[in-house]
Nanobody, 121 residues
Framework: VQLQASGGGLVQAGGSLTLSCAAS????????MGWYRQGPGKQREWVAG???????NYADSVEGRFNIARDNAKNTVYLQMNSLKPEDTGVYYC????????????????WGQGTQVTVSS
């Protein structure tokens, strides 16, 4: 398994979901990881990132509502999503990221299959 995201589903606005992403050790160990999402008809966008040491940062659109965490023993990164809005709907992907000039970028083009999140109004 390189990157396997799970935990998506259908939820009403205001609800919560927690996503998980199991990664291969070669991708996860010692590397920053991030979550991205792609809404219907939209480009893929960055959501949240976490360094190997646990420093986190978030897109403005999810700041204060989402929390990213990692379990280094399990090679797994999580995304806890609270106060969900219909605009959070999309396919969520995790991937290894890198930081440059204060911004997160995908390390390469390895994404996995993603997990669908649908928020109804």
């Amino acid at each position: 398994v390189q990157l396997q995201a799970s935990g998506g589903g259908l939820v009403q606005a205001g609800g919560s979901l927690t996503l998980s992403c199991a990664a291969s050790g070669s991708i996860f160990s010692g590397n920053p990881m991030g979550w991205y999402r792609q809404g219907p008809g939209k480009q893929r966008e960055w959501v949240a990132g976490i360094t190997s040491g646990g420093i986190t940062n978030y897109a403005d659109s999810v700041e204060g509502r989402f929390n990213i965490a990692r379990d280094n023993a399990k090679n797994t990164v999580y995304l806890q999503m609270n106060s969900l809005k219909p605009e959070d709907t999309g396919v969520y992907y995790c991937t290894r990221i890198t930081y440059f000039d204060g911004r997160a970028y995908p390390w390469d083009n390895v994404w996995g299959q993603g997990t669908q999140v649908t928020v109804s109004s």
